[in-house]
């Protein structure tokens, strides 16, 4: 069965670094979405992405996160200039419409640590 | 404020019990609901969707009915086994392919 892959799964950096975090939805999906779950607190939304463009932000998606669909495949996320309270698990997800009612699948998650 | 609540937060059964989750949301206005499962340090897998113009999607040994108007959802378990005992999400989305509000899920524990 399809599945949505996200790498790397655990990811270690110092305050201030730049991370890259990639994830390849299932291949015929057309909405993309990341969102975050700090240890013990909700799953939170970050970002949609639609037809090549953002579709919707939340407030934790500031000048510091960014998104891109490089190659059709891939769907990243980067964080420029990391701080201590990006640390979290991020997740990707992907949904379609046709038969699925937008049901969103969600990726394994990459385990971002900011020391 | 679009709020997800869901209760109890933690729930201890015996194995083969039959078992209730709850999750209320504040706007009825939703699109769809969504449960998932997610074990500890792992990602989220979806159980079931709904669709606001439904009353009950069944997977299974897991049922879950919604109630739009009261902005109420139940996960029925039947038969709980011990490979059941995680953390169960509850989700809702507002407008179609728009983002999901979460709930802060209940951890469940099935004990043989």
């Known amino acids: 069965e399809p599945e949505v892959t996200q790498t790397p799964s655990h990811q270690v950096t110092q305050m201030g670094q730049e991370v890259i975090l990639r994830c390849v939805p299932i291949s015929n999906h057309l909405y993309f979405y990341w969102y975050r779950q700090i240890l013990g607190q909700k799953v939170e939304f970050l970002v949609s992405?639609?037809?090549?463009?953002?579709?919707?932000k939340s407030e934790i998606f500031d000048d510091q996160f960014s998104v891109e669909r490089p190659d059709g495949s891939n769907f990243t996320l980067k964080i420029r200039s990391t701080k201590l309270e990006d640390s979290a698990m991020y997740f990707c997800?992907?949904?379609?419409?046709?038969?699925?009612?937008?049901?969103?699948?969600f990726g394994p998650g990459t385990r971002l640590t900011v020391t | 404020k679009q709020e997800v609540t869901q209760i109890p937060a933690a729930l201890s059964v015996p194995e083969g019990e039959n078992l209730v989750l709850n999750c209320s949301f504040t706007?009825?206005?939703?699109?769809?609901l969504q449960w998932f499962r997610q074990d500890p340090g792992k990602g989220l897998t979806s159980l079931l969707l709904?669709?606001?113009?439904?009353r009950e999607q069944t997977s299974g040994r897991l049922n879950a009915s919604l109630d739009k108007s009261s902005g109420r959802s139940t996960l029925y378990i039947a038969a709980s086994q011990p490979g059941d005992s995680a953390t169960y999400l509850c989700a809702v989305m507002y407008n179609q392919g728009g983002k999901l509000i979460f709930g802060q899920g209940t951890e469940l524990s099935v004990k043989p």
């Open positions: 709904i669709q606001s113009s439904q």
């Open positions: 706007d009825s206005a939703i699109y769809n």
């Open positions: 992405f639609y037809n090549n463009e953002i579709s919707e």
């Open positions: 997800a992907s949904s379609e419409l046709l038969g699925k009612g937008y049901e969103q699948y």
